[in-house]
């Protein structure tokens, strides 16, 4: 898989993506989140293409304190092939060079799939509540 910087002709394969994945729901636009990603750090969102066709994406970032990582997807035809690996390693190579300490990253805890996932690459579920408060309301999608 070659990994390379989202662009903008990407923008409707990987919403496609997300959708495949499930990871899209209807208080979070994904236009708007690409949006909002590529106005802050468009050089963490990367995509994944084998063979020029686009089976990856993965959003991260780091604030100084702690990376975060969202929106990792790998399409279901494409799964088990170690696409979803390879993207982590690059994200957590990339954040670890910028001096990272820790990466937080939030999963439903009814995917248990993706649970096992992460669990496979050593990230531990920790005792702490997600909170959260929302400023603005996206546009329905």
Partial sequence: MDIS???????QAV???WQRCELT??????????DRKLAFSPDTFWIGRVEGVLVASVMF???GHRGSVNYLAVDPAWQGRG???LLMDRVEET??????????LSVRASNMRVMAFYERLGY???????L??????????
Avoid: H
């Fill in 25 to 34: 729901v209807p208080w979070n636009n994904p236009d708007q989140d690409i």
């Fill in 15 to 17: 919403i496609d993506l």
């Fill in 83 to 85: 696409f979803g690996r």
């Fill in 5 to 11: 910087a989202f662009m903008e002709a990407d923008r």
């Fill in 61 to 63: 970032g780091y604030d």
């Fill in 124 to 130: 531990q579920v920790e005792t702490v509540a997600n």
């Fill in 132 to 141: 959260g408060k929302r400023f603005e309301q996206d546009r329905p999608f």
């Fill in 95 to 104: 954040l670890r060079s910028c001096g990272c300490p820790k990466i937080n």
